[in-house]
């Protein structure tokens, strides 16, 4: 390949077609635990990598928020970012400092989960939260690189590959990550305990005394999966041994373990296979490297995120106890509005109306901006004015995420929990971006679709290790297709096509 390092030409040349004006996510969500995030790729993020992210728009609608920053300054952020990171010695202080602040925060989790939050004076609550605010924010600087980096690096890969037959499918396997998701951990550790437990589907849990004990210890390990920016709920003993009851009735475990071990040393033995077949030099063998690293990154920063947010919900609760108020009304307060939660000083019915708002954050302002209803939706009319309709629409691509050609019905949603409930197995999964809470949806999936996301995020990733066909970064598969549909997904050539049946 070529011999050049990288550099923001390669940006501007070659598949600038292809790079949407805006990058964009949307899924459910309250105000205050998706702010406590924002606030980590500004100013913070600026201190460490020399550039925040760009003005970040947050438009809220009922539980669901959609999320948007112009896609070229993300890109040169992250350009900048895989620049720094060539240097082994820069690469070293990012993993140094997440180590770091990764312990640091876990030191919040036993004095918030101690039981004591009631006898606390409201100052000392109040001061609680804003430490752990604060050490939440320093944890989530080195990871605002994340999107950042898969971005500007996807464009990178279809660059040096523009001229490889069957790229898509390259440079899926080139962005594949060398460790395994936090979902499928979790599954191989369940299936690890049916092993020595040696059960089948014809088992009687009952008459196996350590089981019970091995569960519980496994809930402590994993009792967070399931949480979200919208809600968190508390997996127990008997939620994994309902899981540990679906998987045998279709898999023997010991086999199944094999398996999704087996698949991964497979897609990195095929990746250094082709790596060395592309002739790669050192500087493009870097960049894979770092692409490797931060879909790991990813997916570690949302284990971290959907613990943190568990002990975030627990303190959110004792203020709720204490002012009188619903959680939700709580959760939509700002961070540096708790004070204001006690004395009732703001109400309830204020914060019911940010239900429907939009929040900005402007690049070189330390302050956000809130808007009312109203004028979020005449600025979001601004930003993304309405198109035609595309319902007449009955073909579109994106990128290919996972190979694969099936058929099925389409079941569209944006809730997990909608998800999880009506799809059945075979179905097709068509959502904006996946989570880990649509992880149960989507092992039941023939395919998974979305209007949002690259190579390396959650869809990509699960699809991947699961054997699911995905193809990420539609933009508009949610608008075309409707519940019941019957659709093709053709992973191998990126393409999805509504169907007669």
């Known amino acids: 390949m070529g011999s050049h390092p990288y550099s923001l030409r390669c940006f501007f040349s070659g598949d600038i077609m292809e790079l949407p004006e805006w990058f964009k996510w949307e899924r459910e969500a309250s105000i205050q635990p998706l702010l406590w995030f924002l606030r980590c790729i500004l100013a913070p993020t600026r201190s460490f990598y020399g550039k925040s992210w760009p003005d970040t728009y947050l438009f809220f609608k009922n539980g669901v928020v959609l999320w948007a920053n112009r896609m070229p300054p993300l890109c040169e952020l992250g350009q900048l970012i895989i620049d720094q990171l060539r240097d082994p010695a820069k690469m070293k202080r990012l993993e140094t400092r997440l180590k770091k602040d990764t312990v640091d925060l876990e030191r919040f989790y036993p004095r918030i989960q101690s039981k004591k ?143 999704l071990n087996g698949a991964l040393k497979m897609q990195q033995k095929e990746k250094h296979v082709l790596m060395e077949f592309l002739k790669l030099t050192d500087s493009e063998k870097k960049l894979v490297e770092i692409i490797d ?100 629409l009955v073909e579109f691509s994106g990128t290919a995420a996972s190979p694969g050609k099936v058929q099925g019905r389409a079941v569209v949603t944006m809730n997990p929990d909608e998800a999880n409930r009506s799809l059945k197995k075979g179905d097709i999964l068509v959502t904006s971006m996946t989570s880990p809470d649509f992880v149960p949806a989507m092992k039941k999936a023939a395919a998974v679709v979305t209007n949002e996301g690259g190579i390396t995020c959650h869809a990509a990733i699960v699809s991947r290790e699961f054997g699911i066909p995905c193809v990420v970064g539609t933009r508009v598969a949610s608008k075309i297709l409707k519940t019941g549909d019957w659709v093709e997904v053709d992973a191998n050539h990126s393409q999805v096509r509504k169907l007669v049946k």
């Not at 500007?152 to 890969?157: D, N, T």
């Not at 599954?187 to 350590?210: C, G, R």
């Not at 949302?302 to 204490?322: M, P, S």
């Open 117 to 259: 939050l009631e006898s606390l004076s409201d100052e000392a609550l109040i001061q609680l939260h804003r430490d752990y605010f604060e050490q939440y924010v320093t944890w989530g600087v080195t990871g605002a690189a994340v999107e950042p980096v898969y971005l500007q690096g996807e464009q990178l890969l279809k660059q040096l590959l523009k001229n490889t037959p069957k790229r898509e499918h390259t440079i899926s396997i080139l962005s594949t990550g060398s460790k395994p998701s936090f979902s499928v951990r979790q599954e191989i550790d369940l299936l690890q305990i049916a092993v020595d437990e040696k059960l089948t589907k014809k088992s009687d849990f009952a008459s196996h005394p350590a089981l019970k004990k091995k569960l519980e210890a496994h809930a402590k390990q994993y009792f967070w999966m399931q949480n979200s920016y919208w809600r968190t709920r508390v997996l127990d003993a008997n939620y994994f041994q309902n899981e540990m009851v679906l998987l045998l009735r279709e898999k023997e475990a010991r086999d199944y373990i094999r398996s």
């Open 293 to 392: 690293y931060f879909a790991w990154f990813q997916d570690y920063r949302k284990e971290v995120i959907l613990q943190a947010t568990h002990y975030l919900d627990v303190l959110l609760n004792e203020f709720a106890r204490r002012s009188g108020y619903s959680l939700q009304h709580v959760k939509n307060a700002l961070p540096s509005e708790m004070p204001l939660i006690l004395s009732k000083a703001l109400t309830e019915s204020e914060l019911e109306k940010r239900s429907e708002c939009l929040v900005l954050w402007k690049e070189f302002e330390d302050a956000l901006r809130l808007y009312s209803r109203v004028e979020a939706a005449q600025i979001e009319e601004k930003l993304f004015p309405k198109s035609r309709p595309t319902t007449e």
